[in-house]
T-cell receptor, first 113, second 109 residues
Framework: KAGVTQTPRYLIKTRGQQVTLSCSPI?????VSWYQQTPGQGLQFLFE???????NKGNFPGRFSGRQFSNSRSEMNVSTLELGDSALYLC????????????FGEGSWLTVV | GQNIDQPTEMTATEGAIVQINCTYQ??????LFWYQQHAGEAPTFLSY????GLEEKGRFSSFLSRSKGYSYLLLKELQMKDSASYLC??????????FGKGTHLIIQP
């Protein structure tokens, strides 16, 4: 069974640009959540999707958005990039919103210059 | 909100046992997770505790006491590959997972 797949793995963007990251959950998993990891702040929750609907949202500005498709695949978008957005963005999937096993993908390393 | 505290760094010897503590303050949560993360890699699921008590899984065990706001991860028969960061996380209602800053575990020969 394939794990959580994230693309792209590495990318460099310029301030002011926007970026879209993609996540394919484990087959059969319907809940997808996104996290930002930085050395200073650690892992922080961005948002969670289930059945194409955003169920929970962390404390991030509106520049961060996401969506989920009918096949459970998810994308997140960051607009008007800032230097501070440089981070590892991790996607996680679980069978349901209350699933007791949550698996992470390898992440997308975003560098903003 | 939720606040989670873990020691920043710990050192242990190969073959020994180490206990990584996690204390938290929260108004309520559904369960507590432990993850292992090697540098540059994704967090790997280790355990999930809902009820008080000890959950054992091979060389790894996790304990939860809701009344004391305390959990620990116990690693036995330490191996060099256990050198990693260990993350404690609470599953709340509408906040996804709230993570501690992680404990960097160094295993020495």
């Amino acid at each position: 069974k394939a794990g959580v797949t994230q693309t792209p793995r590495y990318l460099i963007k310029t301030r002011g640009q926007q970026v879209t990251l993609s996540c394919s959950p484990i087959s059969g998993h319907r809940s997808v959540s996104w996290y930002q990891q930085t050395p200073g702040q650690g892992l922080q929750f961005l948002f969670e999707y289930f059945s194409e609907t955003q169920r929970n949202k962390g404390n991030f500005p509106g520049r961060f958005s996401g969506r989920q498709f009918s096949n459970s695949r998810s994308e997140m978008n960051v607009s008007t990039l800032e230097l501070g957005d440089s981070a590892l963005y991790l996607c996680a999937s679980s069978e349901s919103l209350s699933g007791n096993t949550i698996y992470f993908g390898e992440g997308s390393w975003l560098t903003v210059v | 909100g939720q606040n989670i505290d873990q020691p920043t760094e710990m050192t242990a010897t190969e073959g020994a046992i180490v206990q990584i503590n996690c204390t938290y303050q929260t108004s309520g949560f559904n369960g507590l997770f432990w993850y292992q993360q090697h540098a540059g890699e994704a967090p790997t699921f280790l355990s999930y505790n809902v009820l008080d008590g000890l959950e054992e899984k091979g060389r790894f065990s996790s304990f939860l006491s809701r009344s004391k706001g305390y959990s620990y991860l116990l690693l036995k028969e330490l191996q060099m590959k256990d050198s990693a960061s260990y993350l404690c996380a609470l599953r709340g209602g509408a906040d996804g997972l709230t993570f501690g800053k992680g404990t960097h575990l160094i295993i020495q020969p």
